[in-house]
T-cell receptor, first 112, second 113 residues
């Protein structure tokens, strides 16, 4: 039982490049989340999907897009990476409505 | 939307002492309040949670209290041990934005042997 799996674990991008962060959960959870974590800023919500077929903006959605591909998978796309998007990105899933959310191990992204 | 404030940002205690971390939330409709522990290089892990119909919950050395009237909740760790050293986050969910889980800024807890 893998829980929440994020790929890749590390990535270096040049400014302007695009990439997609992948997230998959095997717990049959309804809700999924993308957060970014910066020093001193805690966990800031980028986008979330309360249930399959829905997505909503969080606190810091600018520069990102998401796709809830199916119940298991929730991807985060950076269309044109900027140095300000250097961060650690965490995906999480919850059975319903944020309850008992499980987190992945994170993706450390550096934009140069 | 929901806003969660967490204090203190850093907390240093001696082994065996108690540690208390406090959070306030803004959305009176929020009804679920989890606490997460994050160790270096890892994702946050749920350690305890409480729902709005309960005022206090304990699990061995950790406890959480909730005051819905004042919109604040606290994490209490007793008999702290060096392995309790980590970053702790509070969060709130169940408010006016269904499915949204909002975190506080985190507290770096250091337990000195």
């Amino acid at each position: 039982n893998a829980g929440v799996t994020q790929t890749p674990k590390f990535q270096v991008l040049k400014t302007g490049q695009s990439m997609t962060l992948q997230c998959a959960q095997d717990m049959n959870h309804n809700s999924m989340y993308w957060y970014r974590q910066d020093p001193g800023m805690g966990l800031r919500l980028i986008y979330y999907s309360a249930s399959e077929g829905t997505t909503d903006k969080g606190e810091v959605p600018n520069g990102y897009n998401v796709s809830r591909l199916n119940k298991r998978e929730f991807s985060l796309r950076l269309e044109s990476a900027a140095p300000s998007q250097t961060s650690v990105y965490f995906c999480a899933s919850s059975p319903i409505g944020g309850l008992r959310a499980f987190f992945g191990q994170g993706t450390r992204l550096t934009v140069v | 939307g929901e806003n969660v404030e967490q204090h203190p940002s850093t907390l240093s205690v001696q082994e065996g002492d108690s540690a208390v971390i406090k959070c306030t939330y803004s959305d009176s409709a929020s009804n679920y309040f989890p606490w997460y522990k994050q160790e270096l290089g890892k994702g946050p892990q749920l350690i305890i949670d409480i729902r709005s119909n309960v005022g206090e919950k304990k699990d061995q050395r950790i406890a959480v209290t909730l005051n819905k009237t004042a919109k604040h909740f606290s994490l209490h760790i007793t008999e702290t041990q060096p392995e309790d050293s980590a970053v702790y986050f509070c969060a709130a969910a169940g408010g006016t934005s269904y499915g949204k889980l909002t975190f506080g800024q985190g507290t770096i807890l250091t337990v000195h042997p």
